[in-house]
């Protein structure tokens, strides 16, 4: 199984992982699946990660996501709100349904610097995006 295919498959999932203070140990295949190894600050963003691959293939035959509870790390900031993208969505659709304005777009691309690089950047259905107050 080609790493960069699958990997790019379950790119939601390791956004997810990474935007909710998880630690990743492993992403890489093993035995024939993408293994994503990693730590999660408590259960619910444990539970937020499994959600995102559910969404992505219900069977997730070709992953393998071990996730166990370090309470060690920190846990995501209350605040920050994740939205999943879907079909049809574009940043100012986005930035319209949930800060109330289309035009506050740039706060989105500000609130995600690793994802967004300007108005241009293309998004995809499964994206998950950091939306600001």
Known sequence: MELEVVKAKYQAVIDKAKGR???LHNVHIENDKLLIKGDA???DVKNEVWNVAK????????????????????????DAKQYTVVAGDSLWKIAQNQLGNG?????IIA?????????????HPGDVLVIPN
């Open 21 to 23: 203070n998880c630690k």
């Open 103 to 107: 035009a506050r777009y740039p706060e």
């Open 111 to 123: 609130a995600n610097p690793g994802k967004l690089k300007d108005e241009k950047t293309v998004i």
């Open 41 to 43: 600050p408590n259960e």
């Open 55 to 78: 969404e992505i293939d219900p069977v997730h035959a070709d992953l393998t996501l071990d996730i166990s509870i370090d309470s060690s790390l920190p846990a995501p900031a209350p």
